[in-house]
């Protein structure tokens, strides 16, 4: 069968020329990065370029970029790290209810969860709402600061909506009052331009299996300076900050994807961003009451949202799956789970319309014809779906 995949958001396959790149250090240059002999040397010398081919990807120095196993580790080490070094300096046993931390409410899990861990634990936590577009309210932002805020922490771009923050703004806020800020920019890295300095950010996190490098492996910018606990204890890898034996072939993929990402993102941008446009407009001009989910804002060049009113997204996933097309309802992390997106909900879509929704999300891969033959079983799966469906009909008089 042809088999169209258009989930480019869950991950992306690793491109050829990283992979080249990888493959010597599973075998011929397989020496420990922290030997101090030649065939370490050399796994040194993969590393340490590689650790400037990722700085380069986001305007950053080379020291100042931590390898980590991916998107999870960087956000948890970012959150966790910011708080727990802020507790040190505090003798008292309650000074941890003191602090407090702003994130949003349409993070991905990987900061989500850490945060409210963090709340569990006494830590207060502000999760800013959302327009129906995605983006939080600058004002708001400003109101939720207090004395005691010690980490702002707001994606980039949104996983499933494709939504960018106006980080700029968000880091001038952060800096005019003196508390760190943290990016989840797993979705953007690779897709849109970053520059950590003209973003004003103090931590970045990006995984390389979201710009075809490998999985398992990412990065976590930590701007010079910046107090920051260290979440793992070991041995003096990564000056002792990130310890474990370095994932040297998956350290190198990284640094070839970021490399091969920073050449050719405007191109890349302007495709994807082409056909994907296609792919909504033929998606709403053909499905009746389609609409699109967060799609006036600036977004990701790569993903559109829509909900079709009527019909369950599970259940038109399977449809197009059979039919050989792959995209998601939401984050892959929670797939199977049956409760609909926090994002969605979170951006104020009643459940069931959260449930209604797809999430489309194309890549550097993509072609002309994919996008046709999506929107030829696209259409046709929604309406034989909602000739099944008790609510349709509802939907469809109500509008
Ligand atoms: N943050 C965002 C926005 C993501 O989309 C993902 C993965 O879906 C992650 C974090 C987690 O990254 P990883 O899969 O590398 O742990």
Known sequence: MNRVYLDYNATTPVEPEVLDSMLPYFSGEFGNAASIHTPGQRARAAVESAREQVAALIGAR??????????????NHAVFGVVGQAFLPVPSSNADSLLHIITTAIEHEAVMNACQALEKSGVRVTF????????IDLDELQRA??????????????????TVQPLDEIGRIAKERDIYFHTDAVQSAGKVPIDVNRLGVDLLSLSA????????IGALYIRSGTRLRQLLYGGHHQ???RPGTENVAGIVGLGKAAEIARESLAADARRVSTLRDKLEQGLLARVPHARVNGGTVSRA???????????EGEA???ALDLKGLACSTGAACSSGAVEPSHVLTAIGMPPEEARASLRFSLGRHTTEQEIDFALQVVPSAVEQLRELSPTYPKVAEAR
């Open 301 to 311: 060049p790569n993903t559109t949202n829509l909900v079709f009113p009527g019909i």
């Open 62 to 75: 080379a020291q100042e970029i931590v390898f980590t196993s991916g998107g999870t580790e960087s956000d």
């Open 145 to 162: 600061v207090r004395p005691e805020t010690v980490l702002i922490t707001v994606m980039h771009a949104n996983n499933e909506l494709g």
């Open 316 to 318: 038109l996933l399977i």
């Open 128 to 135: 800013l709402a959302t327009n129906r577009e995605g983006q």
């Open 209 to 216: 299996h979201k710009f075809y490098g490998p999985k398992g």
């Open 239 to 241: 000056r002792g900050f």
